[in-house]
């Protein structure tokens, strides 16, 4: 049996159209902003909603350093934490490659792959489907918010690699 492959091409990341997904964590005129600090500081304030309460859990913080893999790229696992959002800020100068689908049961059909840059982090919301990070380039580090505490967080759906993400335009 053969598997049809389906090219996808990533989309520029945008608030706009990463909202079903989550928040978009970044530098914008249009986020709520004001100056601190005597003047010396401008802050970008209440850029991404952690929702990780559910269950008495508590936010944590991490870094994961991410390796980078080949493209084009076969989608082979996308995963969801149903009890908190989880957020991903690059720590570094190098783009990253963010893969989502719809909340409730997985639909690979509604697969989004979006191309992120350097100065972007994602909040993916509650329940959010996600590939795991995929850096660009060379390994990078990520400060990594997201729930910790009691309850199983992380459900993880092995899938065939029938979708591939090309990082060449069609």
Not at 38 to 50: E, I, K, P, S, W
Request: net charge negative.
């Amino acid at each position: 049996m053969t598997k049809t492959i389906i090219n996808v091409v990533p989309q520029e990341l945008t608030a706009e159209n990463f909202a079903v997904y989550g928040d978009v964590i970044s530098v914008s005129e249009s986020a709520e902003h004001f100056a601190i600090n005597d003047g010396h500081t401008m802050r970008y304030h209440n850029l991404a909603d952690v929702d990780v309460a559910d269950q008495q859990g508590k936010t944590i913080v991490n870094i994961f350093r991410s390796t980078p893999l080949a493209f084009p790229l076969p989608v082979e696992m996308m995963e969801r934490h149903p009890l908190g959002s989880q957020a991903f800020i690059p720590m570094g100068n190098q783009p990253y490659v963010v893969v989502v689908a719809p909340k409730g049961e997985l639909d690979t059909s509604k697969i989004e792959v979006f191309l992120a840059t350097a100065d972007q982090g994602v909040n993916y919301h509650k329940g959010t489907w996600h590939h795991f990070c995929l850096a660009l380039n060379e390994e990078s580090d990520f400060l990594v918010i997201d729930r910790g505490g009691k309850g199983d967080n992380c459900d993880v759906e092995k899938l065939d690699g029938s979708i591939v993400i090309n990082l060449e335009s069609k």
